[in-house]
């Protein structure tokens, strides 16, 4: 037998090291300090996995030989300190898969936005291709649980800053970073450069042999850039200038070159539209060629990608009026990117929980494309002292329901209802997706 694992969380993520770990022949003990879901708990038990919800039991987890945290568990959790003062190595979930991968192929997404719709494209783009491939991470299953239970040639994995924080040899053969804007600060002492750091860990073991491409257009990547970058083939993506080996758009063509290969593609052709939507296809398709794939395939699956649920999703047009669905913009910069694509005028549905945020970034947008704010959190209070007097009319709603009725009496025929919070979900919803599907029902309610 071989030695103890010890699994800190029991999300998809941890429950997926656990059944990973038993197929490796470990003893495992997964801990998690809130509740655990009664469907995560018939997986742990139905495969003779010992855990514990509630709470954590030093004695059960200081006797570990590592430890995988998931990523929702934070550095400073008294339980991680007392773990790394006994010097038991803390590990995460995608290092802990990434070791037993195999030969398979790993295409990373990181960033601030679009990482979740590049990790989509470029799922797309491979299985239009005719790989075995799987999207992991933070988007399907966990990268663990697909390692164990249903191995693939290829993965394309959507990995969030937390995940980055505690690899010790994750090495994808293609990296890609969309963007850094300020988010989670709080998990990084409130330090930018800490969350920028980590955002970096993607490249942090790559080789001469890999792949990282990066928006270049994007000032605190370019920025920071010289301070991280290593040894790996750093490929570049911009709308600003013409790049002799990555990707750029020019008078409304997309240009991919990768060594010897070459595509053009007429930014009308791409099914999701926006300036991040083609910033999103740049990086997914460059993503792709460095893996193999050919033109064909690519202008097939740009062309016919469907938007993702809750990200600028289109829900209904009702009394002429669009609904779209964009509850992931949780942070301003998600917010910016799906105003800057608006070309109706806007009825802008914001709030939940503020991460800190800094509307400055949203003046000039919504100057020129909002009429009415409706304010859908508890504390509404700074929406009001940002945007007061900016735009006609800015009314609080205390649901999603209430919200899309106060919306629908504000717009007018010809108008965009956007639902683009660029705050957390957790005061009134369960999660971001709890809040797309409230909405959703109550726009079909109408």
């Known amino acids: 037998m071989k030695d103890k694992i010890v699994i800190l969380g029991a999300g998809e993520s ?19 300090g809130s509740l655990i879901a009664n469907g995560r708990k018939e997986e742990l038990s139905s495969r003779g996995i ?12 200081l006797d570990a030989s590592i430890v995988i945290k998931s990523p929702g568990v934070p550095e400073t959790a008294p339980i991680v300190q007392e773990i790394k003062a006994h010097g038991i190595p803390v590990i995460s979930e995608i290092e802990f898969a990434y070791r037993y991968k195999g030969d398979s192929k790993v295409v990373a997404i990181t960033g601030t936005n679009g990482k979740t719709t590049t990790t989509t494209m470029t799922f797309k783009i491979l299985e239009e291709a005719g790989y075995d491939v799987a999207m992991v991470g933070n988007i399907g299953f966990s990268f663990a649980r697909q390692v164990a239970e249903n191995p693939k040639k290829y993965y394309v994995a959507e990995i969030s800053s937390f995940q ?11 990296s890609v970073l969309t963007n850094i804007t300020e988010d989670h600060l709080d998990r990084y002492d409130h330090k930018f450069e800490n969350y920028i750091a980590a955002k970096f860990n993607i490249i942090k ?37 013409k790049i002799p080996q990555g ?9 991919i070159k990768f060594k010897d290969e070459q595509i053009n593609m007429s930014v009308d052709d791409f099914a999701l539209k926006g300036k991040h939507n083609a910033y999103n296809s740049m990086a997914a398709s460059l993503s792709s060629m460095a893996v ?17 649920e809750h990200r600028m999703q289109f829900v209904a047009t009702i009394g002429g009026i669009d609904f779209i669905n964009d509850s992931k913009a949780t942070n301003v910069n998600s917010t910016w990117y799906s105003l800057e694509s608006m070309e109706k005028p806007v009825v802008l549905i914001l709030g939940g929980v503020d991460k800190g945020n800094d509307y400055r970034i949203l003046y000039d947008l919504v100057k020129e494309k909002v009429h009415a704010i409706v304010c859908m959190g508890i504390d509404n209070a700074k929406i009001h002292r940002n945007f007061e007097g900016m735009v006609n009319t800015i009314e609080d709603a205390t649901s999603a329901e209430d919200a899309v009725k106060v919306t629908f ?31 959703i029902n109550a726009v079909k309610n109408l």
């Open 247 to 255: 990707a750029f758009i020019s008078d409304h063509e997309m240009h």
């Open 292 to 308: 193999g794939v050919k033109k064909p395939s690519i202008r097939t699956a740009l062309s016919t990608m469907e938007s993702l």
């Open 409 to 439: 009496r504000l717009a007018n025929k010809g108008d965009v209802v956007l639902l683009s919070p660029a705050c957390a979900s957790f005061d009134l919803f369960k999660n971001y997706e709890d809040r797309g599907h409230q909405f």
């Open 164 to 174: 980055l924080d505690d690899i010790t040899s994750f090495r994808p053969d293609v």
């Open 205 to 241: 073991y790559q080789t001469a042999e890999d792949v990282f491409i990066y928006n270049d257009d994007d000032e605190v990547t370019k920025q920071y850039l010289t301070h991280f970058i290593n040894q790996v083939k750093a490929l570049p993506i911009s709308m600003r200038k």
């Open 50 to 61: 010992s855990f514990e919800e509630g709470g954590n039991t030093e004695n059960l987890i």
């Open 14 to 32: 941890g429950v997926g090291a656990a059944i990973l770990a038993v197929h490796q022949g470990f003893t495992v003990f997964v801990s998690d």
